[in-house]
Every structure is written in C-alpha cells, then in structure tokens.
C-alpha cells in the first residue's frame, strides 16, 4: 500500500440481494407446463411483448436425478445443418428465419449420467429464434438452472398463440404489471 487511506463506501453494494435473480424474474410470468409423454413438467415463460422462453420446470424428474450429460437439439433433423444453426437468426433473418413449430414439437432430448432421457417441446406455437447452445458445452447447466441459465429455446409465438396464450395468464391471475417506477 501506499499508505493512502482508504475510504469506506457508505452503501455496501456487495452484501445486497439483487431484488431479482434474472431479468426474467421481473419481465416474464411464468406457465407451467404439464409432462407429456416421454418428458417432466416444463415451463414457459412469456413477455409481456409475447416472445417466450422454453425450459424445463424446477419439478422436471431430470433436475433431480443426477448429472445432464448430453442435450440433443437434432432430433428428427434430416437436414445437414444443425437445429442450432437453423435456429438462430440474426440482422436480417429474424423476419424470414428460424424454426417454425407447433404447441407439441419436440425440441431437444436431454440425458443424465444414469442413461435416462426426456423430451422437451416447445410448449407453443411460433417460430423458435434461439436455442441455447450453452447446454451444447455444458449439459448441466439444465439440471444446476433450468429456469435461469439453463433454458432451452426462445420462441416468437403465432399471434393465435399469444392470445392463447395471453388468455391463460388471465384466466390464472398471473398477470405481471409493467414496470411503473418513477
């Protein structure tokens, strides 16, 4: 040191709990979705813009039954790109791009360490514009995250999807308000 004195900060950012974990926390409101065949409970989470985001529910059998070690997202992929390439649109793209699904396609298989498998889907219909190819390097993230970091994909829902989806928020009085803050 150099013999200055340092002087203590009055507000000890560090010790404070940010009031919300992930921006999804404060931006989306979360539906669960419940198992179909082959898969756990999942969610989705829906902006209020509409656009949503796919995963697995914190109550998916994977999140509690060892390490992920592998997520598929090339299932029933006959094409020679990837689903990940396919996916992802950027600049220009983002109008014309990405993959189109229903309420019920199955996105992405994801494997534990004990062999079992799931199926994701992705829980509404619309035009996936990113799948997280973070779960390509690291699988776990699903099981360790699966509401924050580790979700699967996001999704520009149909506008019949988003009314039904709009509907359903409603109907459960899950309604967030949007930020009023002055």
């Known amino acids: 040191m150099d013999g200055t004195k340092r002087r203590k900060c009055d507000d000890d950012y560090s010790s404070k709990k940010p009031p919300f974990e992930y921006y999804t926390d404060r931006y ?13 409970d999942q969610y989705l989470a829906v902006h209020l813009n509409g656009v949503s985001i796919s995963g697995i529910a914190e109550t998916h059998p994977a ?65 996936i514009c990113e799948l997280n190819e973070q779960l390509l390097k690291d699988p776990d ?11 699967v994909a996001i999704i520009i829902p149909t506008r019949q999807a988003t009314i039904d989806v709009s509907k359903e928020i409603d109907k459960q009085g899950l309604r967030k308000k949007e930020n009023t803050e002055e």
């Open 141 to 151: 993230l699903i099981r360790r995250s699966p509401t924050g970091d580790g979700w």
């Open 28 to 40: 989306y409101t979360n539906l669960k979705k419940e198992a179909r065949e082959g898969g756990g």
């Open 63 to 127: 999140v509690s039954r060892g390490k992920i070690v592998e997520v598929d997202f090339d299932v029933g992929n006959a094409k020679s790109t990837s689903r990940v390439e396919q996916a992802v649109t950027k600049g220009k793209k983002k109008r014309k791009g990405g993959l189109v699904v229903n309420e019920s396609k199955l996105i992405a298989i994801i494997k534990n360490e004990n062999g079992d498998t799931w199926r994701v889907h992705s829980n509404i219909a619309g035009t």
